[in-house]
Structures are given as structure tokens and as C-alpha cells.
């Protein structure tokens, strides 16, 4: 309980509410010790008054701010219900984290939606953790049984328990195919494929919908999954408790019956289904009960599907299935049987013998109808020892067929879980260990509660005792281990409830006793249980207002059970006469299921019949067993497994009843809590010493209280010294070895405290600073003053001076502006007077010179008038005629503008312009330039015309005015001008302006005209210009678009060519260690080993040396299937199995059978055969893969035709541009003919052959020629009888320091002169053979040096070396490429076709490659996490700080093993990337190669890293970012180094790169969202928010990030459109394809080559 000290002002607590259970309060003052009432503000703002006066007490307190969504909620400083509930939502609703720690016990809340957090990548990232530092998961638990089994060599158990639809069934799932994938070996079978496949059956068969749930688990299931000395998995085991049969005939509203009947239905249409007669699921009595047939978002027949898939799988015949189908379809016909009453008062009944549903009955079980029909209506008994039938009432004999219909169903269900088990079972060796995973009902409470309530809270009462006490039991080790002086902690023990029903006399007692009465009734077992417990026992009451019900006060609430039904349910009897008729069916199915003996005892309720068969004879004894007593005791040897076994606890939550994704009830939630013992597990944490520290954590977080030095020997000491100054009750806490231990609320004291001294030293060090401060401005204020002071003084002394100066200068700058003004004065008048004179003389010469120039032109215009009087007629005349001439040609200029521009706006003139652009720009350039020359001619025209007009007009004005003088002069003289003269000269005058404006006019429309032509030239020359630029546009996108369609096809073939022929590898291997298990005595076979990590069982096995090629690889659907498909996946059959369903594969495959026969060694045939069957299987998959791809590039072609059909050319460019396309597509035909070329393969045969060649001896050898060309001199003669000796010496057996000191090649190039040689002999054979050969020992040597890297480099250099030489003097490859060597020689092709061979090479160096990887992934998996995330490569970064946490560790989680004696750093790591890159080095690979190879090892860096990041809270802070940057930044500058950053390294690490950037980003305004999301744009939204809401401050200088500001990155996110996949982990086992670069090295003869007497090659013959 917390201390008063904490209810301070300020401080939260948690105060009950109706609605929300617990709502958070503020104080508003502080509390004193005797109060009766606190003052808090709701945070809904109102102020309430809450009393604490006994029995209510303090409000219990809320946590502080930074242990908001802890993954552990015993880490929680105040552990109490609303801390829990509290921690429960917000990690639900704020952070969608469904699973949290309470100790030993993972809460599992049901989202109800599907979460990206199952996949491969998070199996990988959880495998080999330790559960202390991964995130909760339901993976983290299994692996931590998984790792206690085989570190301790003890069986474990996990215990699913919860509520009707609160996800047990799913996490049992999950539970399972985490071990399936850790624990599958590649020796075995596949076992775990066949755990899986166990799921969907007992769904089928085993649930069903209830109102809170539709896939509700009826029944309770135990699977032992049992594992070998190595770690893996060999075999299951399944118990099932309590199946509830009565579902079978009634279902309550709302409600299904189990799935199969419904997945029966929906696939009546089945021609294998018609003979079962079946209806529509609403056409039947037992499945319409509940009115609701169908599941949202379920296909039954889909689900049917996937059983008879999953039975297929675990070894059931079809026959067989079919079997069962007829009876679960005659159990549905069974309910349909009409019973109809007769006799007086209905005491009677009988059934119609045409009764449809009858009839299909007993055909489908194969009995009489007749029998049937009488012994449903009567039935015997024995009275004086005579046999007597008597008839039963409609009733009666209802009750009577639906006792054998639950009875059918039952020993089916019992029949299905012993196949189950059969096909479960380890064949060839013993179970070493195994893991439990029970999967039981949760407490149950309805408003009507009966026998199976009553049974299912009896087996969750002795749960939660042994969960308790387990508990208790860690809690007790933990003090003893850290020797501590404890008392015995008091917790809630149920061992009086558990009393009341099991004990002597108890509930179960008195019930089989009264079902053992003649006439025992559920009314006198009511009775006799009130007079034996009522107020006898604390844990039993009686109803008021009932006298047949009762109540029991379990550990989690109270129920009360309704009498009504106990003891029919308990009895469950069925007469003998009906199980008579069955076993004497003609079906063997139906005979076996009902000639099985019962055995009492037994450990499963469902492989009994539960209750007695009645009879008139005397019943064995087993056949009286109860259904209560069964119960009992199979639950009782449960608790014993359990007990025997390490237990691990999932507590599943129903977050609400209404099935919502991401909704909280807390109501609910803590009702579920009570029941589960989730609060129980935190009473009894909190009972003793909950909050537990390191002493160096402590000392770290609580070194401002404590006092002494900070050396690792002495903080013990200072602890031990320093705690009981600031804790006084000792009882508060305790001192450990190496922990120190407090109690509930006494870290918030100590937080408290160290609060109040942080802010009393921070007081102090604000008054110094706050002194010095002052001072240190008084001295400054001082220093100022006396400064001012000095400075001031100068400056008068400086301005007096200056005042003195300035007065003389002011006297001589008077004087001298005096005498310069004085002088300019003069200087101006003397300038005047020059200037005066000067326009004075000036002006007399002009007049002079004016009066001689006016009679000289009185002399010219006399003569000047003359002459236009002459030429004014001939002008006249000349313009008359120019003007008609012009008004034709624009009569004519206009007439032709109109037609143009009429045709210019039809559409047929747009289409001739569109047909023929190209001609109409030319064409309109030319009459562009033909009116441009009229245009200049007209101009020229104009402007003589003009020159003319305006030399005539000044003439004539000139004349005119010397008329209009001479008319002055003359007016004295003469006589005046008659008035029609004037005229004339008036109208003479007007015609000539007329003839002006006219030609003016013409002219501004002429250049109007112009203007408007060529404005339309330059829109057509615009439009055409665009057109051309968008049709350039479209072909260059169509051309990028198909290109990157091509390329991607390409290289997803690629990858898929390279994957599947990494799992023939695998295959190949697995068939290799059979072949030698077969042959190795059955003690040595099995001689095990332990697990190290299930990552390096996963690592690529070496090849075959018998394989040169493989028969067409399959595209598995997932990264599992292409995992942990086993030697005869998919069809799933062992090679132990017997022959018939193996022949029958292969005759449907079309698989030939002689081979095999040649083979030794049953394991060895069947191994053979079903390597056969896989590869047969795996060629149909890709031809149909390849059909789907045809098809795809149809549709593509159709769509891209229909784009350029709408898009129709314009021009000429875009044929062409067609003809490219054609021209590209046929490229991309021809590369696709050679991928397909790449994609032949042979058969298992042909590859046993090929292995056969190279050790034979051809039966017709041809004799080598005598004669070589001269230009293939140098080669190297290998003798039939020599080439088993040249693989052995060259390749197989030479040493590695002898093939290292080779030079890169050699043996390619050897190898190589020798198959020349023989081609050039026409011995094309040995050519082929030497080819064979030369794969074979390739593959020899990989396997051999299966864990070398520089051997594997050196192998791989030849075979791409020998690839390259063969495909250059292929005919093929010189005739396309027409080679010339150096010198201009040519290269001549070779004779013999080795297409098949160059194209095996090709696999040889793919697997080389793989190869590689996988050593150098081997080596680097174990230290990547360590290296990268975990080491401190900067010195004390992280160890400044420590966080808030309770520094309470999981129970059983030990630390997890060094993998070597060497700490693992960023050292490690680039001394393997450097292994790696010497072995590629010195062995001259290209360099494009390298590049590929370390952008692999990036990616794997990478997403290790990444992946372990978003799992790991305790990384997610601002330190570790910056660590994490650095050490990538070693990486980067490494790569950079030896230039490999840019060769697809550096997008590898960028999400790694990013996310340390994120951890170092501010995350507070939206200003740093947008920020983060422009920053992260590798990076998927979920793993941003993931990483923002796993964000853990590491000290107090940090914030955490608001979940205000984590809405607003999501709400940023939405509007990213990136393509991102929704997926949280990056996929660690994603392979990037390679490719080999076409090197082909220069030609070289024998005596080129240094050949060196180690290789002892000495038998080849130099020609």
C-alpha cells in the first residue's frame, strides 16, 4: 500500500466509476493524516469531494508518466487493478499492442481484425531472442519454452486460457507453427506440416459459432508436441476434454452447430457429395435450431476444402473420408426422422417405414431400417430375469435419437483425434522432450448455467490453484536464489472450492450417487445438497427464490447453477439395442466405431463414450462411469502432466462483446482480469518485494541520494549504507546478493525524494548562479561608468579643440568665398559681352546669305513648274491605268482568300492537313514566301508611288505658293483668276486626296491580309510542332513502360529460376543424407545434436555431386511453403509410407518406374521415387506458370494495340516509332526464347546417367584425328581412361593450398583445351563426357568445401570462366556475334552442340553464388544484432543514464549465450564483409558481382537490425539511434573504401539508416512530422509509427512522443502515396538475383598457360 507521504498536491489517482470501472482524479491539495475527505479534479473538469475514511481508504495511485505502456505490467511501480487496467488500454488503444507481460503470464487481447505480425520475417526475428528484450508476442513465449526445453532438458507446457471468442484457439495456432517452423529439420519428414494440418480438422469437427464468438472452440484440447535430440520436431500427441454433445442437438438462438455439418452442406453440390442426399443446412432439425446458417466472411465449402486438404495430409483415405462424410450426413438425416405419438394419452410412438430421412439413415450407416425404426420407439427390460420390450412416448423416443445421434458424433469425434494421433505418433524415434500446449475453456457464467458451466469453472479452479501456486513457487525461488529472509506470502488459495466439488461427499460425489439411484431425480440431488453443505461450507449458498439451484463462490465470481439437467447429462445414456444395430452395420467405419471397448480411467473424455450403455443384462463396470467421474479424472492426470512440466500462462481478454476491432470495454476487460488471475499474479507480486534493482541500477538512478565513491566493488556498500537513511521501516525493504528489493511504493518514495533533492539542488545552484549573475554586472555596470566617465572628459577637452579649429577655418573659408564669388561675377560679363558680339555678327551674314539663296530659288521654281506641268498628263494617264490593274489583281487576291479560308475551316481540309502535314507546311511555306514576295513587290511599289506622289505634292506646293507671290505681285497688275479656274483646280486638288486615301486604304488591308497569313502559318507550324512533341512523348513512355514491364519480368523470372533452384539444392541434399542414413546402423542414425539457432538451419545445404540439373522448379505461394516443404510436399507422403499412394502419384504424373528398381535400400527407393514425384510435380507448375505469363503478355500487347488505336499517327514518325516497337518486341521475344531455353531441365534419370558418364567408358570411341588446323595448335590431349583422374586431381582432391596459389581460371581454362581437343578430333562424345564430367566434380568440390569461402570464391571464378569460354566458341554465340580475337584472328565455333551443358554451368555458378552467401549469412547472422544494435561503439553513451523501470526481469529468461568467446562489435562484422571481399579479390571476380554479393549482405545487415529494432523497446531512444548511425557509417565508410556503396549496398541500408535518423529527430510540432515523413520516405507508415510509439526516453531530459503527435504522422502518412507494402518487418530471407556478367577470357594455348607440377596433370598430351 502506498505511503501518505504521496498524496501530495498535484499527484493522480484512480477513483471507482460506474461506466469506465476506474477513472484518473488530480489532487487539489494536499492530504493530511487524519482527513476524511480529498479534494480531486475529474478529468472531465469537475470537482468531487472523495471520502477516505475507513472502509474506503486512499484512492490507490497512478504511475508516473514514463512507465505509460509498459510491455510488463509487474515493472509498474504501484501494481494495483486500475494501474493494470490502465497500462491494458493504453497499450490496446493507443499503441495497437494486443500482448503484454504480467510476470509469468502473456496477456492476449482479441483484436479482431487480421495484424501484419505473424509472418516469416517475425518468426526470424523472435527465434533465438531472449524474452527479456523482445517485444510481448505469443512468439516470444514459445520461444522461451523452446529454449528452456533445450537448454534444461525439462518438458514444458503452455497454458491458453480465456473467454468464448477472446482468440485461444488462435494463439494455440500461432503457438503451434512457431515451433513447426524452429523446429522442422531437413532430415525429417514433414511432422510439423502435419501439426498444422491438425488445426483446421478439430475446427471442423470441434467448434462452432456461439452468440460471442463464430469460431467458439467446444471442447478442450491438450497437444503434446513431441521433439528429438536435435531440437525438432518428431511427433504430436492430442487429449481432448469435454466435447459438448448437446450441441449436436440443440443450439440456442443466434447460434450454428459445429462447422462440418454446415461446410456438408454448402458442398452438397459435389458430384463425391450427391450420394449423402444433403439439403440446404435450413432443411435439417439439427443445424436450423439457432436460425442462423451462415458465418460473414466464411466459404464452408472452402473450409470443407481445406479439411479434407488437412486429412489428405495426416494419412486418411479418401474412401475413409468419405465414410465419415456419410455418417456425420446421416447424423443430420437421423435428426429429421419423424417420431409420432400413438396409444392412449401419447404413451406410445412409432416411425412411418417410408420415412425419407430413415431411409437415407440406414443407408448411409449401412443397418436395417426396419431394426432402427423399432428400436427408437421400445426398448428392453429385464424384470424377473425375463427380457420384456416396452414401448416409449414420443418423448421418450425423441430423447431416445438424440442421445444416438450426441452418441455418433462422440465415438466419431473419439475416432478422428486417434487418427489424429496415429499419424502424430514419431515413427522411428522416442519423443526426448516435448512442449504442451493446452488450449482450455476459460471461466464460464451465462444467466443459465448448467453441467458444463459446472465442469469447465472445475477445471479453471484447479488451474488457477496450480497457477497460484506456481506463482507463489517463483516468487519463493527468486528470494532464496538472492538468500533473503522472507515470510511466507499469504495469497488466496481455492482449495475449499476445489473441496467443495471433488472432495468426499462434495458436488461430483452426491451427484454420481444419485445417478446411481433407481429413481434419483435433479430435485433430490438438490436436496441433498443443501442438507450436506449449506452452512457447512463458506464456498456454497442457496438461492432465495429457488429451491432446485445453487450457488458456488469460485476464485473469479460467483455463479449459481440451475439443478434442472445434472443428472441426464452426468448419466449420458444410450440403450444397447440401437449400439447393437450399429455394430452390426455393413460399414467398417460404423462397425469399428461402435465395437471399440471403453476403458475407465482413460486420459481423454472423448476417447470414451461418456456415461452407460443400458441394457437388460447387467452392464460392466466401465460402462457406468459417469460423465462427471471421467471428467475427474482426466483432469486429474492433466495437473499431473502440467505439474510435471515448466508452465508458461496466456491469459486471452475479450476487449468487448460487440466484436469491433480495436474497441475497449473496460467493464469487460477487468471482469476477465479477475477471472483469468491476471490480478492475482499482481496481489501476490505486490504481497512481497515487487520493484527489484541491480545495485549498479540503482546506484546509477539514485546516485544524487546516496554518498561514496562509484567503484563496482563499493555500491553495494554504498546501498546498504545509504537506503536506510532515506526508507526508516525496514520492513519496507531488503537486501539481496546482487539485487535490492522494495516493496509496493516505495520506488515512487525513493522517485519522490530524489524529486525533491534534484529540485533543492537545482534551488541552490539557481541562487549561485542567480549571485554571480548580479555581481558579475555590478563589476560590469562599474567598469562601464568609470569608462563613460574617461571617454566623456576626452570628448570636451576634443570638442573645445575642435571649437577653435573650426572658428579659423571659418575666416579663411570667408575670405576665399569672397574673392571666388567677386571673380566669377567678372568672368560672366565678360563672357556675356563676347557672346553678344558673336550672334550679332552671326545674324548680319545670314541675312546676307538668306536674300542670295531666295532668288536662286526663284530661279528654280520657275523652271521647277515648267517641267510639272509636262509631266503632270503623263501621270495622270500612268495612274489611271496602274489603279484599274490593281483593282483586278484584288478582285482576284480576295476571291482566292475566300475560298481558302472556306477550306481552311471544313473538316475534310483538316483531314488532308493532318494526312499530309508535312506537304501542307511546305506548301504553305511556299505561298508564305510567294506573298511575302508580292508583299515586298507591293511594298516596293507603295513606296515609289509614294516617293512620287509626296515629290509631286511638294512640287506642286512649292508652285503653288510661287503662284500664290506671283498672283500678289501680279495682283496690281494682272487681272484676277476666274472663279473656274479655281474650281478646277479645287476639284482637281480633292481627287488627287481621294486617290491618296484610297491607295492608303488598300494598302492597311493588303498589310492586313499579310499580318493574318502569317499568324496562321505560325498556329499550324505551333500545332504541328506539338503534336509531333506529344506523339514523341508517347512513343518514348510506351517504350520505357514495355522496357520496364520486360525487365521486371526478367528479373522476377530470375529470382524465382534462382530460388527454386536453391530448394532442388536443398532437395538434392536431403536426398544425399538419406541415401547415407540408409546406409548407417539405426543407433548412429539418430545420434542428435542441440539446437544453436533456427536461423542456421535455414542456411543453403551444397549441392549434389550426381545433379547437374534439375526438372523444372516450382513457384511456391509463400516463403514457408518453399522453407519447409519437405522431399514429397505437396502431396506430404514420407519415404516410409507405404506404395500405393506413392504409385498412384506417379502413374498420375506419368512418372516412369524402371529406374528406381536398379536402386538398393527400401528408404533409399521410396526417397528416389518421391524425389521423382516433387520434380514431376514442379515441371507441371512451371508450364502452368508459364501459360499464366503468355496470357499476361497478351493482355498487355491487347491493351497497348487498343492505346494506339485511339491514339492514332499523324505523321510519319510515329510509324516509325511503330516500327521500333516492333522491332523492340521481337528483341524481347528472343530474349524470353532464351529464358525459356535456360528453363529445360531433365529428369532424375537422365541426371544419373549423366553422373554415370563420367566414371564409364564409352562403348564406341571414335578415333581422335590426326590432323589439327594450324590455328588450333596448343591444345591438350585427356585419354578416356585419364578424365577420372584429371577431375580427381584438378578439382575433387587437389588441396586448397595448392588450388589457391593457381592462377584465377586455370583449371576452367584446362579443362577447357582438353574438350577442344576432342572437338577438333570429332570425338564429340568424350567432349560431352569431359562437360559432365567437369559439372560433376564442380558440384563434388562445392560440397566438399561446403563452409570455405575462398575454396567456394574459387570454384565459382572456374565455372563462370568455363560458362564464358564455351558460350564464345559456341556456333550459336560466333555466328550472332561474330568474334574476332586480338590480331584479327577469328574465333572458331565448336563442332559439338554443348547448349545443355553451358547452360548447367550456369546453374553451377548460381549455387556457387548461393553457396557463398550462405557461408558468409552463417557467419554473420549470430553478430549482427549484437554488433550493430546492442554494442556500445561509442564509449558511454548509453551507461549515463538509467530508465525508470521496476529492473524486473522475466521468470526463466536467462541471459542469452555469448555466441563466441570474442564480444561481438562492428569489428566482427567488417572482418567477415572483408573475408569475403579477399575470397571474391583474389580470385578476379567482376566487380559487378561483388556488387551484388554485398548488397545481399546489406540487406540481411539491414533488415536483422531493423527488424530486432521494432521489437525492442528498451533500443527505441535517442542514444542508441546515434549508436546505430555510427556503426552504419563504419559499414558505409568500409563499403565506400573499395567501391561498393553505389552497387545497390547503399539502398539496402537505408531503412536501417533512417529509422537511426527518426530516433534522433525532434517529435513534437507538426512541423517535425512532416519533417519525419519527407525524411523516412524508405520506410513504411507502420514502421514509423511502430518506432514512434516504441520510443523510450533514457533519461529525464527526454520527452516521450505524445500520442497527439503520433496521430498527426499518421494522419501525414495517409496522404504519402508510396508503395510501400503494409507489412511491419522486412523480409530477412528475400534473395536478390544475380547475374553474371558475359567476361569471356582471351584465347590462350598450353604453352601460354603455367601449369605446376603439384596439380600431378602430367598424363595430358600438349597437340
Not at 498589310?1007 to 500545332?1023: A, F, G, H, I, Q
Request: glycine share 6%; proline share 4%.
Amino acid at each position: 500500500m502506498a505511503t501518505p507521504e504521496l498524496y501530495t498536491k498535484g499527484a493522480n489517482v484512480w477513483v471507482p466509476d460506474p461506466e469506465e470501472v476506474w477513472v484518473c482524479a488530480q489532487l487539489q491539495q494536499n492530504y493530511r493524516p487524519g482527513d476524511q475527505q480529498l479534494l480531486l479534479l475529474l478529468s472531465d473538469g469537475r470537482k468531487v469531494q472523495y471520502p477516505v475514511a475507513p472502509p474506503v481508504g486512499l484512492p490507490p495511485l497512478g504511475n508516473p508518466d514514463i512507465l505509460e505502456g509498459e510491455n510488463d505490467l509487474t515493472a509498474l511501480s504501484f501494481l494495483h487493478e486500475p494501474a493494470v487496467l490502465h497500462n491494458l488500454r493504453v497499450r490496446f488503444l493507443h499503441y495497437n499492442s494486443i500482448y503484454t507481460y504480467c510476470g509469468i503470464v502473456l496477456v492476449a487481447l482479441n483484436p479482431y481484425e487480421e495484424l501484419p505480425i505473424y509472418g516469416e520475417e517475425v518468426i526470424d526475428a523472435y527465434s533465438g531472442q531472449d524474452m527479456a528484450d523482445m517485444d510481448p508476442h505469443i512468439f516470444s513465449l514459445a520461444e522461451d519454452a523452446y529454449r528452456t526445453m533445450i537448454r534444461e532438458e525439462k518438458n514444458q507446457s503452455i497454458i491458453i486460457s480465456g473467454e468464448s471468442g477472446s482468440g485461444k484457439t488462435v494463439s494455440a495456432k500461432f503457438t503451434m507453427r512457431y515451433f513447426a517452423v524452429v523446429g522442422g529439420a531437413a532430415q525429417q519428414t514433414s511432422v510439423e506440416e502435419k501439426v498444422l494440418a491438425s488445426n483446421p480438422i478439430m475446427e471442423s469437427i470441434g467448434n462452432a459459432k456461439t452468440i460471442r464468438n463464430d469460431n467458439s472452440s467446444r471442447f478442450g484440447k491438450y497437444i503434446e508436441i513431441g521433439f528429438g535430440s536435435k531440437g525438432d520436431i518428431i511427433g504430436a500427441n492430442m487429449r481432448t476434454y469435454l466435447l459438448e454433445k448437446s450441441r449436436v442437438v440443440f443450439q440456442a438462438p443466434e447460434e450454428r452447430n459445429y462447422h462440418v455439418f454446415y461446410q456438408l452442406c454448402a458442398s452438397r453440390d459435389l458430384p463425391e457429395m450427391r450420394g449423402l442426399k444433403l439439403n440446404s443446412a435450413e432443411d435439417f432439425r439439427y443445424t436450423n435450431q439457432g436460425m442462423d446458417i451462415n458465418i460473414p466472411g466464411t466459404d464452408d465449402a472452402m473450409e470443407l476444402e481445406h479439411t479434407r486438404n488437412a486429412l489428405t495430409i495426416l494419412g486418411v483415405q479418401p474412401d475413409q473420408q468419405m465414410e465419415l462424410f456419410r455418417i456425420l450426413a446421416a447424423v443430420l438425416h437421423l435428426g429429421n426422422v419423424n417420431i409420432q405419438a400413438s396409444g392412449r394419452g401419447g404413451d406410445r410412438s412409432y416411425i412411418n417405414g417410408d420415412d425419407r430421412s430413415l431411409v437415407v439413415f440406414s443407408k448411409l450407416m449401412g443397418v436395417e431400417g426396419s431394426q432402427m425404426a423399432h428400436w427408437l420407439c421400445h426398448q428392453r427390460l429385464a424384470v424377473g430375469g425375463e427380457m420384456l420390450v416396452k414401448p416409449m412416448s414420443g418423448q421418450q423416443a425423441n430423447e431416445a435419437r438424440d442421445a444416438l445421434a450426441k452418441h455418433i458424433y462422440g465415438q466419431l469425434f473419439a475416432w478422428i483425434v486417434q487418427r489424429l494421433n496415429s499419424a502424430l505418433r514419431a515413427q522411428r524415434e522416442q519423443s526426448k522432450t516435448f512442449i504442451g500446449v493446452l488450449d482450455i475453456y476459460g471461466f464460464e457464467t451465462f444467466d443459465r448455467n448448467s453441467f458444463e458451466q459446472f465442469c469447465i469453472n472445475y477445471a479453471n479452479e484447479k488451474l488457477q490453484q496450480q497457477f497460484n501456486r506456481h506463482v507463489f513457487q517463483l516468487e519463493q525461488e527468486e528470494y532464496v536464489r538472492e538468500e533473503l529472509p522472507w515470510n511466507r506470502i499469504e495469497f488466496s488459495d481455492n482449495q475449499p472450492c476445489i473441496t467443495l466439488i471433488e472432495g468426499s461427499l462434495g458436488l461430483l460425489d452426491l451427484l454420481d450417487e444419485e445417478c446411481r439411484v433407481p429413481k434419483g431425480s435433479d430435485e433430490n440431488w438438490a436436496r441433498k445438497l443443501y442438507e450436506q453443505h449449506l452452512n457447512q461450507s463458506p464456498n456454497f449458498r442457496k438461492p432465495r427464490m429457488s429451491n432446485s439451484a445453487f450457488i458456488v463462490l469460485h476464485f473469479a465470481d460467483m455463479v449459481q447453477y440451475e439443478c434442472d439437467g445434472f443428472l441426464d447429462k452426468n448419466r449420458d445414456t444410450i440403450f444397447e439395442e440401437p449400439i447393437n444395430i450399429m455394430r452390426a452395420s455393413q460399414s467398417e467405419l460404423v462397425a469399428e466405431l461402435f465395437q471399440q471397448k471403453p476403458v475407465g480411467g482413460s486420459l481423454s473424455v472423448s476417447s470414451v463414450p461418456n456415461g452407460g450403455v443400458r441394457s437388460g443384462k447387467r452392464a460392466h463396470r466401465e460402462h457406468k462411469l459417469t460423465v462427471g467421474f471421467q471428467f475427474r479424472q482426466s483432469l486429474h492426470l492433466l495437473m499431473g502432466t502440467l505439474n510435471s512440466t515448466t508452465p508458461h500462462y496466456v491469459r486471452c481478454i475479450k476487449p468487448n462483446d460487440l466484436k469491433q476491432p480495436f474497441l475497449f470495454d473496460p467493464k469487460r476487460a477487468v471482469q476477465q482480469l479477475r477471472a483469468c488471475g491476471v490480478l492475482e499474479t499482481i496481489r501476490i507480486s505486490a504481497a512481497g518485494y515487487p520493484s527489484r534493482w541491480t545495485y549498479e541500477e540503482f546506484f546509477g538512478r539514485y546516485r544524487v541520494l546516496l554518498h561514496g565513491s562509484s567503484a563496482q566493488d563499493e555500491l553495494q556498500v554504498s546501498c546498504q549504507k545509504a537506503i536506510p537513511n532515506l526508507i526508516p521501516d525496514p520492513e519496507q525493504y531488503c537486501f539481496g546478493k546482487t539485487k535490492v528489493f522494495f516493496r509496493a511504493g516505495q520506488v515512487a518514495v525513493l522517485e519522490k525524494l530524489r524529486a525533491e533533492r534534484l529540485w533543492s539542488a537545482g534551488v541552490l545552484i539557481q541562487s549561485w548562479v542567480r549571485g554571480w549573475i548580479q555581481r558579475r554586472r555590478y563589476l560590469q555596470l562599474r567598469r562601464s561608468t568609470l569608462t563613460l566617465q574617461r571617454y566623456t572628459r576626452g570628448a570636451l577637452a576634443r570638442r573645445l579643440a575642435w571649437t577653435l579649429r573650426y572658428t579659423r577655418a571659418a575666416l579663411i573659408i570667408q575670405k576665399t568665398y569672397r574673392m571666388v564669388m567677386v571673380r566669377q561675377l567678372y568672368l560672366a560679363i565678360r563672357e556675356a559681352t563676347i557672346t553678344i558680339q558673336a550672334f550679332a555678327r552671326g545674324m548680319q551674314a545670314r541675312r546676307t546669305y538668306r536674300l542670295l539663296l531666295e532668288e536662286r530659288a526663284a530661279v528654280r521654281v520657275q523652271a521647277w513648274v515648267r517641267c510639272w506641268l509636262t509631266r503632270r498628263w503623263f501621270r495622270r494617264i500612268r495612274a489611271a491605268v496602274v489603279l484599274l490593274q490593281c483593282c483586278v489583281r484584288r478582285r482576284a487576291a480576295r476571291m482566292e482568300l475566300r475560298r481558302l479560308r472556306a477550306e481552311a475551316r471544313s473538316v475534310e481540309r483538316y483531314r488532308e492537313l493532318n494526312k499530309g502535314m508535312e506537304v501542307k507546311l511546305m506548301q504553305l511555306q511556299l505561298r508564305a514566301d510567294q506573298q511575302a514576295k508580292e508583299s515586298a513587290s507591293l511594298r516596293e511599289a507603295l513606296h515609289t508611288e509614294r516617293e512620287s506622289h509626296s515629290s509631286e505634292l511638294e512640287q506642286l506646293r512649292s508652285a503653288l505658293l510661287k503662284l500664290q507671290k506671283q498672283l500678289q505681285e501680279q495682283s496690281h497688275a494682272a487681272p484676277s483668276v476666274t472663279a473656274q479656274q479655281e474650281e478646277e483646280r479645287q476639284k482637281a486638288e480633292e481627287r488627287a486626296a481621294q486617290e491618296i486615301q484610297r491607295l492608303t486604304q488598300e494598302i492597311e488591308a493588303l498589310r492586313m491580309e499579310r499580318d493574318s497569313l502569317e499568324k496562321e502559318r505560325d498556329d499550324l507550324n505551333t500545332r504541328l510542332w506539338q503534336q509531333e512533341k506529344s506523339q514523341e512523348e508517347s512513343r518514348q513512355q510506351t517504350e520505357v513502360q514495355a522496357a520496364a514491364v520486360v525487365q521486371a519480368e526478367l528479373e522476377e523470372e530470375r529470382r524465382r529460376y534462382q530460388g527454386l533452384l536453391r530448394e532442388f539444392t536443398r532437395l538434392e541434399q536431403r536426398y544425399d543424407n538419406l541415401r547415407d542414413m540408409s546406409m548407417l546402423p539405426t543407433a548412429e542414425r539418430w545420434r542428435g545434436h542441440r539446437r544453436t539457432d533456427s536461423t542456421q538451419s535455414l542456411s543453403l545445404e551444397p549441392p549434389s555431386p550426381i545433379s547437374p540439373s534439375f526438372s523444372g522448379p516450382p513457384d511456391f505461394s509463400s516463403a514457408e511453403e518453399g522453407r519447409r516443404i519437405s522431399v514429397t510436399s505437396p502431396f506430404d507422403r514420407r519415404p516410409w509410407s507405404p506404395e500405393q499412394p506413392l504409385n498412384a502419384l506417379m502413374e498420375d504424373l506419368g512418372v516412369p518406374k524402371d529406374t528406381a528398381g536398379k536402386m538398393q535400400g527400401e528408404d533409399l527407393r521410396h526417397a528416389y521415387d518421391a524425389v521423382r514425384v516433387a520434380n514431376k510435380f514442379l515441371e507441371r507448375q512451371l508450364l502452368a506458370q508459364r501459360a499464366e505469363g503468355e496470357q499476361e503478355k497478351a493482355a498487355l500487347m491487347l491493351q497497348l494495340q487498343e492505346a494506339q488505336a485511339r491514339d492514332a499517327p499523324a505523321s510519319k514518325e510515329l510509324k516509325d516509332l511503330m516500327e521500333q516497337m516492333e522491332v523492340r518486341e521481337q528483341e524481347c521475344c528472343r530474349l524470353r526464347r532464351e529464358l525459356k531455353e535456360l528453363k529445360h531441365t531433365v529428369t532424375l534419370r537422365k541426371i544419373l546417367s549423366y553422373a554415370g558418364l563420367a566414371v564409364s567408358v564409352s562403348q564406341e570411341p571414335m578415333s581422335p584425328s590426326t590432323q589439327l588446323s594450324p590455328a588450333l595448335t596448343g591444345l591438350l590431349e585427356c585419354r578416356k581412361k585419364d578424365e577420372s583422374r584429371l577431375m580427381k586431381n584438378l578439382i575433387t582432391d587437389v588441396r586448397a593450398e595448392v588450388a589457391l596459389s593457381l592462377t584465377p581460371g586455370l583449371a576452367a581454362q584446362l579443362l577447357f583445351l582438353c574438350v577442344r581437343q576432342a572437338d577438333v578430333s570429332r570425338d564429340h562424345t568424350r567432349a560431352r563426357g569431359l562437360c559432365v564430367a567437369a559439372l560433376a566434380a564442380f558440384k563434388t568440390a562445392l560440397k566438399k568445401h561446403s563452409g570455405d569461402l575462398d575454396m567456394t570464391a574459387l570454384w565459382l571464378k572456374n565455372a563462370c570462366v568455363l560458362k564464358d569460354v564455351l558460350t564464345k566458341h559456341s556456333p550459336t554465340q560466333v555466328l550472332a556475334a561474330g568474334e574476332v580475337v586480338g590480331g584479327g584472328e577469328e574465333v572458331l565455333p565448336l563442332q559439338v552442340e554443348l547448349r545443355e551443358q553451358v547452360r548447367v554451368l550456369g546453374d553451377v555458378c548460381i549455387q556457387a553464388y548461393q553457396q557463398l552467401l550462405a557461408i558468409s549469412e552463417s557467419h554473420l547472422q549470430p553478430i549482427i544484432v549484437p554488433a550493430v544494435l546492442e554494442s556500445e561503439t561509442i564509449p558511454g553513451l548509453s551507461g549515463a543514464v538509467v530508465k525508470l523501470v521496476g529492473s524486473r526481469k522475466r521468470a526463466g529468461s536467462d541471459p542469452r549465450p555469448a555466441v563466441s568467446g570474442e564480444v561481438a562489435s562492428m569489428a566482427a562484422v567488417l572482418r567477415e564483409f572483408g573475408a569475403l571481399h579477399t575470397a571474391l579479390e583474389r580470385q578476379d571476380l567482376p566487380a559487378a558481382l561483388l556488387e551484388q554479393a554485398f548488397r545481399q549482405l546489406a540487406h540481411l545487415l539491414a533488415a536483422s537490425t531493423l527488424n530486432s529494432l521494432l521489437l525492442r523497446k528498451d533500443m527505441c531512444c535517442w542514444n542508441r539511434g546515434l549508436q546505430i548511425r555510427y556503426n552504419v557509417s563504419l559499414l558505409e565508410e568500409w563499403l565506400r573504401s573499395r567501391g561498393l556503396w553505389t552497387g545497390g549496398a547503399a539502398a539496402a541500408l537505408e531503412p536501417l539508416i533512417q529509422a537511426a535518423q527518426l530516433l534522433q529527430m525532434s517529435k513534437k510540432t507538426e512541423v517535425d512530422g512532416q519533417a519525419i515523413v519527407q525524411t523516412c520516405n524508405v520506410l513504411s507508415s507502420q514502421q514509423i509509427v511502430k518506432i514512434l510509439t516504441q520510443y523510450t526516453p533514457q533519461s529525464d531530459l527526454e520527452e516521450r512522443v505524445t500520442l497527439n503527435f503520433i496521430r498527426i504522422v499518421q494522419g501525414l502518412l495517409k496522404g504519402r502515396s508510396d508503395g510501400h507494402p503494409p507489412q511491419l518487418l522486412l523480409d530477412v530471407r528475400r534473395v536478390f538475383p544475380v547475374t553474371f556478367p558475359y567476361l569471356p577470357p582471351p584465347l590462350v594455348s598450353a604453352e601460354q598457360l603455367e601449369i605446376p607440377e603439384s596439380l600431378k596433370i602430367s598424363f595430358l598430351r600438349k597437340v
